[in-house]
């Protein structure tokens, strides 16, 4: 069974502060990992996704496959980033996309 | 950009009553998907769809649950004799078919608030 879990549910940060949401997942096969957000009264949008190695609204995630890890990081904490925060996980060969719980992240101004 | 839509954005229902919730996936679209988040909760996958069929579906989609394509654009959901633990958000999801396993994204609707009473 793939399980995703985020052990934050809250997060404050200050402005241009150092933000890392973590990410951990369980899954023995080769995941696909992903992060969504989502912004106040906003849909569920795709932030980033690992196979991409890209960096979006200077957030970045690198998927350790030692620690079964994908955090998403981002060196300058700015206000707009405020917002929940889901990593997901899908499995190759399948469609469905497994969640963890969110987390909430405030930047304080 | 082309966006999934869903309606109605809250649904009030009475217990037992039938609910049908409704989207519209993007147009070149051919996998679509069902997600629900219990307040307070994770989102948890409930179905996906494709080729006029379901091609998985979760132990929460249980008999109580089915899914229709009834014509070329909406893609439905519908729960028979709701009960009050059917009282969450409802995701619409569809993704493009030619590269459902080449890790490109699921496009989220707004969601349906379906309040059971």
């Known amino acids: 069974a793939q399980r995703v879990t985020q052990p934050e549910k809250l997060l404050s940060v200050f402005k241009g502060a150092p933000v890392e949401l973590k990410c951990n997942y369980s899954?023995?096969?080769?995941?696909?990992l992903f992060w969504y957000v989502q912004y106040s009264r906003q849909r569920l949008q795709l932030l980033l996704r690992?196979?991409s190695r890209e960096s979006i609204k200077g957030f970045t995630a690198d998927l350790n496959k030692g620690e079964t890890s994908f955090h998403l990081k981002k060196p300058f904490a700015q206000e707009e980033d405020s917002a929940m925060y889901y990593c997901?996980?899908?499995?190759?060969?399948?469609?469905?996309?497994?969640f963890g719980t969110g987390t909430r992240l405030t930047i304080i101004p | 950009e082309p966006e999934v839509t869903q309606t109605p954005s809250h649904q009030v229902t009475q217990m037992g009553q039938e609910v049908i919730l409704r989207c519209v996936p993007i147009?070149?679209?051919?996998?679509f998907y069902w997600y629900r988040q219990i307040l307070g909760q994770k989102v948890e996958f409930l179905v996906s769809?494709?080729?006029?069929?379901?091609?998985?579906k979760s132990e929460i989609f249980d008999d109580q649950f089915s899914v229709e394509r009834p014509d070329g654009s909406n893609f439905t959901l519908k729960i028979r004799s709701t009960k009050l633990e059917d009282s969450a958000m409802y995701f619409c999801?569809?993704?493009?078919?030619?590269?459902?396993?080449?890790?490109?994204?699921?496009?989220f609707g707004d969601g349906t608030r379906l309040s059971i009473l």
């Open positions: 999801a569809s993704s493009d078919p030619h590269r459902v396993d080449s890790n490109q994204p699921q496009h």
């Open positions: 899954y023995s096969g080769s995941p696909e």
């Open positions: 690992h196979i």
């Open positions: 997901a996980l899908k499995s190759f060969g399948n469609e469905k996309l497994t």
């Open positions: 147009s070149n679209h051919l996998y």
């Open positions: 769809f494709y080729n006029n069929e379901i091609s998985e």
